[in-house]
């Protein structure tokens, strides 16, 4: 179905639950504001790039500095544009048109938006608490009412999701070719995914992960080099894409070459990519995240074993932190109009589990993924080293693994009542 077919229900819905959020809390109207330009530097006049505001992301998506949109109990949801008259700038058109005759369009001056915004008791929710038209600035209890109207996603937003994903698909298609074929460098590759893809890098979801090798130890590694690798080696590619304000995100790791070590971490990669279907195939609704992500470990554990990596009970393996220093960071997060969308995780994590971003109980219309990893980390295998737990550890077998990094696979699933459905795996056979 079309953007155009599947909006209205979703702004229907969400007009629905906000004006049972505003009696609950007994506000007159909610003001969501896109939000300003925040300078890069106080020392030049240069500016970053608007991302708005994700509640009104939620809603609309517009993506033009100062425009609010305008709640009310029984009324069309109001839509107030500041029309800049400016030669030196302009706003790009959104990509889709969809929304426009859900909102009674305003439009208003530069400084003027107060005139036309409503008064009373009004909750204000806006990314620049400094600038914020008059009302209640963020209160943090109607904040929280708002991020659990964005766990479940309409069938507008799964569609957007689909089609993130199936962007940022094409761009991991092309860097995979471009790796394979040798004699690339990050930056070579990083860009060759936003071509692919068709994104400004500053229009990404958030900044493309593309690790060479031993970089793939560091998770949030975005420090592309140029110098030029062939031979045998690894990449992983965390990168994503944006639909109508909503943002893919999508991990693959690959290996060239066929040395003895490159053989091995092939294979790895291959049971990695088993281990995570194997969880994708365990969700069921009902059951808490935070199982599937200690299921994780279990399953990591015997994998560990399988590859000869290491040699103990599952129970010892996991009971003693030893897939943790491997496998360090969660399973995943639910995702949306943020990478790391809101509302999933009220309760914390278990201690051992504490970088987990969703600790919900997974119900239909969850959208989140599902992105198990193993890595060579120095800085965690000392930890064991101290303690004696490396013994449990093939060390020959992790020196041998060392410089290719470590692996992640990762896939954005959507939980349905009869199942689940991948994106990811539907736009990579689709
Ligand atoms: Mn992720």
Redesign the pocket.
Known sequence: MSFAETYPDHVAGLQRATERVLAEHKYEALVLCSGAPQSKNRFDDQSWPLIPTPAFSHWCPLVEADSYLVIRQGKRPTLVRTVVDDFWETTAPPENEHFWEHFDVVTTEPGHASDVLPGGRVATVTRDPGAAPPGEVNPQELIASLDALRTKKTAYEIESLAEATRRAVRGHRQTAVQFAGGDVSELDLHLAYLAASEQDDLATPYKNIVALGAHAAVLHYVAYQRVRESGDTSLLV?AGAKCNGYGS?I?RTYVRGDSPAARRFSELIARMDKLQQEICRRIKIGMRYEDLHDLSHRLLAVMLVEAGIARASTDELVDRGITRALFPHGL??S?GVT??DVGMKLRLPRAENKFLRNTAVIEAGQVF?I?PGLYIIEGLLAQLRADGRDKALDLNVIDELRPFGGIRI?DNIVVEAAGIRNLTREAFNG
């Open positions: 965390d995100d991990t995943g997060h995702l990478t790391h993924t992105e990762e």
